[in-house]
Protein backbone atom coordinates (compact mmCIF):
# COMPACT_ATOMS: atom_id res chain seq x y z
CA UNK A 1 0.00 0.00 0.00
CA UNK A 2 1.28 3.19 -0.89
CA UNK A 3 2.11 5.97 2.48
CA UNK A 4 2.24 9.48 1.73
CA UNK A 5 4.06 11.50 4.32
CA UNK A 6 4.17 15.82 4.24
CA UNK A 7 6.51 18.14 6.00
CA UNK A 8 6.22 19.88 7.50
CA UNK A 9 2.96 19.34 9.40
CA UNK A 10 3.27 23.40 10.23
CA UNK A 11 4.94 26.27 8.82
CA UNK A 12 5.15 29.65 9.57
CA UNK A 13 6.63 32.46 6.73
CA UNK A 14 6.96 36.24 7.05
CA UNK A 15 5.36 37.66 3.94
CA UNK A 16 7.75 37.61 0.75
CA UNK A 17 9.71 34.44 1.63
CA UNK A 18 9.97 31.58 -0.33
CA UNK A 19 8.02 28.55 1.08
CA UNK A 20 8.72 24.73 0.19
CA UNK A 21 6.56 21.97 1.41
CA UNK A 22 7.89 18.59 0.63
CA UNK A 23 6.21 14.98 0.11
CA UNK A 24 7.38 11.47 -0.22
CA UNK A 25 5.51 8.24 -0.77
CA UNK A 26 6.51 4.70 -0.71
CA UNK A 27 6.29 3.21 -3.83
CA UNK A 28 5.88 4.01 -7.66
CA UNK A 29 3.55 6.17 -9.02
CA UNK A 30 0.98 6.70 -11.72
CA UNK A 31 0.60 10.62 -10.48
CA UNK A 32 1.20 13.04 -7.69
CA UNK A 33 -1.67 15.61 -6.77
CA UNK A 34 -1.13 18.42 -4.87
CA UNK A 35 -4.10 20.31 -3.69
CA UNK A 36 -5.16 23.62 -1.23
CA UNK A 37 -7.57 23.34 1.52
CA UNK A 38 -8.33 26.97 2.03
CA UNK A 39 -9.55 27.96 5.67
CA UNK A 40 -13.02 28.16 5.04
CA UNK A 41 -12.60 24.45 4.23
CA UNK A 42 -13.13 23.91 0.34
CA UNK A 43 -10.10 22.13 -1.79
CA UNK A 44 -8.94 22.68 -5.08
CA UNK A 45 -6.48 21.08 -7.20
CA UNK A 46 -2.96 22.62 -7.89
CA UNK A 47 -1.17 20.41 -9.78
CA UNK A 48 -1.48 17.43 -11.22
CA UNK A 49 2.17 15.67 -12.58
CA UNK A 50 4.17 12.75 -12.95
CA UNK A 51 7.61 13.96 -13.72
CA UNK A 52 9.33 16.78 -14.10
CA UNK A 53 8.24 20.05 -12.84
CA UNK A 54 5.02 22.39 -13.27
CA UNK A 55 4.33 26.07 -12.79
CA UNK A 56 1.51 28.23 -11.74
CA UNK A 57 1.99 31.53 -11.31
CA UNK A 58 4.07 31.68 -8.18
CA UNK A 59 3.27 27.80 -7.58
CA UNK A 60 6.08 25.43 -8.40
CA UNK A 61 5.61 21.85 -8.20
CA UNK A 62 8.67 19.18 -8.91
CA UNK A 63 8.79 15.64 -8.40
CA UNK A 64 11.51 13.49 -8.13
CA UNK A 65 10.73 9.49 -9.44
CA UNK A 66 13.89 8.25 -8.60
CA UNK A 67 14.18 9.35 -5.24
CA UNK A 68 9.97 9.13 -4.79
CA UNK A 69 10.04 12.64 -3.65
CA UNK A 70 7.78 15.71 -4.48
CA UNK A 71 8.14 19.55 -3.56
CA UNK A 72 5.94 22.62 -3.94
CA UNK A 73 7.61 26.00 -3.78
CA UNK A 74 5.72 28.86 -2.88
CA UNK A 75 7.85 32.34 -4.36
CA UNK A 76 7.01 35.70 -2.69
CA UNK A 77 4.77 33.99 0.04
CA UNK A 78 1.52 36.31 0.87
CA UNK A 79 -1.06 36.17 3.51
CA UNK A 80 -3.55 34.73 0.91
CA UNK A 81 -1.43 31.83 0.67
CA UNK A 82 -1.95 30.82 4.16
CA UNK A 83 -3.63 27.39 3.82
CA UNK A 84 -3.85 23.54 4.18
CA UNK A 85 -1.73 22.22 1.64
CA UNK A 86 -2.68 18.09 0.54
CA UNK A 87 -0.04 16.10 -1.16
CA UNK A 88 -1.58 12.71 -2.45
CA UNK A 89 -0.32 10.22 -4.94
CA UNK A 90 -1.79 6.59 -6.78
CA UNK A 91 -0.08 3.64 -8.02
CA UNK A 92 -1.57 2.04 -10.87
CA UNK A 93 -5.52 1.83 -11.35
CA UNK A 94 -5.51 2.62 -7.82
CA UNK A 95 -7.27 5.34 -5.96
CA UNK A 96 -5.50 8.35 -4.84
CA UNK A 97 -3.60 8.41 -0.98
CA UNK A 98 -3.34 11.58 0.59
CA UNK A 99 -0.34 12.65 2.81
CA UNK A 100 -1.91 14.56 6.35
CA UNK A 101 -1.41 18.36 4.83
CA UNK A 102 0.95 21.13 5.96
CA UNK A 103 -0.65 24.25 7.67
CA UNK A 104 1.03 27.09 6.05
CA UNK A 105 0.51 30.38 8.26
CA UNK A 106 1.99 33.72 6.24
CA UNK A 107 2.22 36.63 8.27
CA UNK A 108 2.21 40.28 7.18
CA UNK B 1 -21.74 25.63 -14.89
CA UNK B 2 -21.82 25.32 -10.52
CA UNK B 3 -19.29 21.89 -10.61
CA UNK B 4 -19.76 20.16 -7.50
CA UNK B 5 -22.55 20.14 -4.95
CA UNK B 6 -23.04 19.13 -1.69
CA UNK B 7 -26.26 18.54 -0.05
CA UNK B 8 -26.66 19.41 3.08
CA UNK B 9 -23.71 21.72 4.33
CA UNK B 10 -24.64 20.80 8.06
CA UNK B 11 -26.64 18.48 9.65
CA UNK B 12 -26.21 16.65 13.35
CA UNK B 13 -27.87 13.14 13.88
CA UNK B 14 -28.77 11.02 17.01
CA UNK B 15 -27.40 7.40 16.67
CA UNK B 16 -28.94 4.90 15.05
CA UNK B 17 -30.68 7.56 13.13
CA UNK B 18 -30.01 7.78 8.87
CA UNK B 19 -29.56 10.13 6.54
CA UNK B 20 -28.46 10.43 2.47
CA UNK B 21 -25.92 12.52 1.59
CA UNK B 22 -25.94 13.94 -2.08
CA UNK B 23 -23.65 14.79 -4.49
CA UNK B 24 -24.16 16.36 -8.09
CA UNK B 25 -21.79 17.24 -10.80
CA UNK B 26 -22.26 18.70 -13.79
CA UNK B 27 -19.09 18.24 -15.63
CA UNK B 28 -20.30 15.35 -17.13
CA UNK B 29 -17.33 13.67 -14.99
CA UNK B 30 -17.49 9.77 -14.94
CA UNK B 31 -15.43 9.02 -11.80
CA UNK B 32 -16.62 10.24 -8.50
CA UNK B 33 -15.79 9.68 -4.90
CA UNK B 34 -16.64 10.11 -1.29
CA UNK B 35 -14.02 10.90 1.41
CA UNK B 36 -14.26 11.62 4.39
CA UNK B 37 -11.67 14.52 6.46
CA UNK B 38 -10.92 14.17 10.34
CA UNK B 39 -8.66 15.92 12.77
CA UNK B 40 -5.01 15.08 12.50
CA UNK B 41 -6.17 12.30 8.99
CA UNK B 42 -5.45 12.70 5.96
CA UNK B 43 -8.67 12.43 3.51
CA UNK B 44 -9.60 9.21 3.41
CA UNK B 45 -12.05 7.37 0.26
CA UNK B 46 -15.09 5.70 1.71
CA UNK B 47 -16.44 4.69 -1.28
CA UNK B 48 -15.81 5.76 -5.57
CA UNK B 49 -17.36 5.03 -8.33
CA UNK B 50 -15.90 4.73 -12.02
CA UNK B 51 -19.38 5.29 -14.21
CA UNK B 52 -23.19 5.11 -13.57
CA UNK B 53 -24.97 2.44 -11.97
CA UNK B 54 -21.28 1.00 -10.91
CA UNK B 55 -19.98 1.23 -7.11
CA UNK B 56 -16.69 -0.07 -5.01
CA UNK B 57 -14.98 0.34 -2.00
CA UNK B 58 -12.51 2.69 -1.22
CA UNK B 59 -10.23 2.78 2.44
CA UNK B 60 -13.23 2.88 4.90
CA UNK B 61 -16.55 1.93 3.78
CA UNK B 62 -18.00 0.09 6.12
CA UNK B 63 -20.83 1.65 7.81
CA UNK B 64 -21.71 3.60 4.21
CA UNK B 65 -23.70 2.27 1.54
CA UNK B 66 -23.50 4.14 -1.91
CA UNK B 67 -25.88 4.12 -5.22
CA UNK B 68 -25.00 5.71 -8.49
CA UNK B 69 -28.04 5.36 -10.66
CA UNK B 70 -27.39 8.78 -12.44
CA UNK B 71 -23.62 9.79 -13.73
CA UNK B 72 -24.42 12.83 -12.65
CA UNK B 73 -25.62 11.60 -8.74
CA UNK B 74 -23.75 10.02 -6.47
CA UNK B 75 -25.35 9.11 -2.90
CA UNK B 76 -23.89 8.34 0.33
CA UNK B 77 -25.69 6.67 2.59
CA UNK B 78 -25.50 6.02 6.72
CA UNK B 79 -27.87 3.57 8.15
CA UNK B 80 -27.57 4.00 11.52
CA UNK B 81 -25.34 6.40 12.44
CA UNK B 82 -22.50 6.53 15.52
CA UNK B 83 -20.56 9.25 17.14
CA UNK B 84 -17.37 7.54 14.89
CA UNK B 85 -18.93 9.18 11.68
CA UNK B 86 -18.74 12.74 13.08
CA UNK B 87 -16.70 13.85 10.18
CA UNK B 88 -16.38 16.53 7.45
CA UNK B 89 -17.28 14.54 4.12
CA UNK B 90 -16.45 15.83 0.59
CA UNK B 91 -17.69 14.42 -2.87
CA UNK B 92 -15.36 14.65 -5.42
CA UNK B 93 -15.15 13.96 -9.29
CA UNK B 94 -13.18 13.57 -12.23
CA UNK B 95 -12.88 12.54 -15.69
CA UNK B 96 -11.44 9.18 -16.39
CA UNK B 97 -10.16 7.26 -19.80
CA UNK B 98 -6.55 7.36 -18.31
CA UNK B 99 -7.47 5.69 -14.91
CA UNK B 100 -8.60 6.38 -12.04
CA UNK B 101 -6.78 9.35 -9.47
CA UNK B 102 -5.09 10.57 -13.45
CA UNK B 103 -6.83 13.25 -13.62
CA UNK B 104 -7.40 16.63 -11.47
CA UNK B 105 -10.52 15.71 -8.87
CA UNK B 106 -13.00 17.97 -8.46
CA UNK B 107 -14.17 18.43 -4.65
CA UNK B 108 -17.52 19.84 -3.27
CA UNK B 109 -17.69 22.44 -0.33
CA UNK B 110 -18.14 19.52 2.22
CA UNK B 111 -21.11 18.39 4.50
CA UNK B 112 -20.61 18.83 8.34
CA UNK B 113 -21.88 16.10 9.98
CA UNK B 114 -22.17 15.61 13.74
CA UNK B 115 -23.44 12.72 15.46
CA UNK B 116 -24.41 12.68 18.95
Known amino acids: KNEVEQSPQNLTAQEGEFITINCSYS?????LHWLQQHPGGGIVSLFM???GKKKHGRLIATINIQEKHSSLHITASHPRDSAVYIC??????????FGKGTRLSVIA | NAGVTQTPKFRVLKTGQSMTLLCAQD?????MYWYRQDPGMGLRLIHY???????AKGEVPDGYNVSRLKKQNFLLGLESAAPSQTSVYFC???????????????FGPGTRLTVT
Open chain 2, 92 to 106: ASSYSSMGISSYEQY
Open chain 1, 27 to 31: VGISA
Open chain 1, 49 to 51: LSS
Open chain 1, 88 to 97: AANSGNTPLV
Open chain 2, 27 to 31: MNHEY
Open chain 2, 49 to 55: SVGEGTT
